[in-house]
């Protein structure tokens, strides 16, 4: 196995810099935002409060945090929860924003002001979703399955049987990774395609 943890309170500014390091179609988006907070507040950091049982570190060779995978079992638990306890804190601050590096920050910030549905994937049979980011340096060298090996059977152990996530459509690398790993695509979107895989 290589070396992966449970995430950690003391994990939250990597969840941070890897969120906004692979943000643009999963290439470093530090250049799009002019906020560097706002891709990891709806992205990453949640699922650190929400579900911290299915969140994983990637150490590298310094034990420093330069991968995770974050998700939930729950995913319209976790919308709820986004919707009335994370977000209207960050809705208060970012509705003042009007300064965007980038489309994609627009965007970003458009998403979080809006927040999430309430699931649909859920009621076909995927309840979980995730999220996962691994820093340049350290992709390509089976970081992402041991993540992914480790979020699935952390999942399976709730009970819950299927994953959904979503992809851009610019990400073609993270569309070869998901179907290697068993995902198959559900249903194509503008923007990319939703992803989902049975356990
Ligand atoms: C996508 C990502 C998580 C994959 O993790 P990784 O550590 O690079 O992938 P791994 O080295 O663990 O590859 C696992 C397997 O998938 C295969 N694979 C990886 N990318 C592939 C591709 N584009 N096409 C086909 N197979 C691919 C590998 O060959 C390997 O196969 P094996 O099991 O036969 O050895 C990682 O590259 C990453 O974080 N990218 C930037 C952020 C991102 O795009 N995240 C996803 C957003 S939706």
């Known amino acids: 196995m290589q070396n992966i943890r449970k995430a950690l309170p003391q994990d939250l500014p990597y969840l941070y810099e890897i969120a906004l390091k692979t943000a643009f179609a999963g290439l470093d ?17 949640p699922y650190l409060f929400f579900d911290p049982e299915l969140c994983f570190i990637a150490l590298d060779e310094n034990n420093t945090p330069s991968g995770y995978i974050v998700g939930t079992s729950d995913t319209r638990a976790f919308n709820t929860w986004m919707q009335t306890s994370w977000l209207p804190v960050l809705q208060e601050q970012y509705k003042q924003v009007s ?3 980038s489309e994609a920050e627009q965007k970003m910030i458009r998403t979080l002001l809006k927040g999430p549905g309430e699931g649909i ?33 952390a999942v399976k152990k709730t ?8 992809v851009d459509g610019r990400n073609t690398r993270a569309y070869g990774f998901y179907e290697r790993m068993g995902f198959s695509i559900l249903e194509e979107q503008s923007w990319g395609a939703i992803f989902g895989k049975t356990l």
């Open 29 to 45: 988006g530090t250049a799009y935002y002019h906020d560097p907070y706002s891709v990891g507040h709806y992205y990453a950091a």
């Open 99 to 101: 300064y965007f590096s």
């Open 121 to 153: 994937w859920q009621n076909m049979g995927y309840p979980a979703h995730l999220h996962i980011d691994i820093l340049s340096h350290l992709q390509g060298k089976g970081l992402g399955k041991s993540l992914m090996e480790t979020f699935c059977s």
């Open 159 to 166: 009970g819950a049987r299927g994953i959904h996530l979503g």
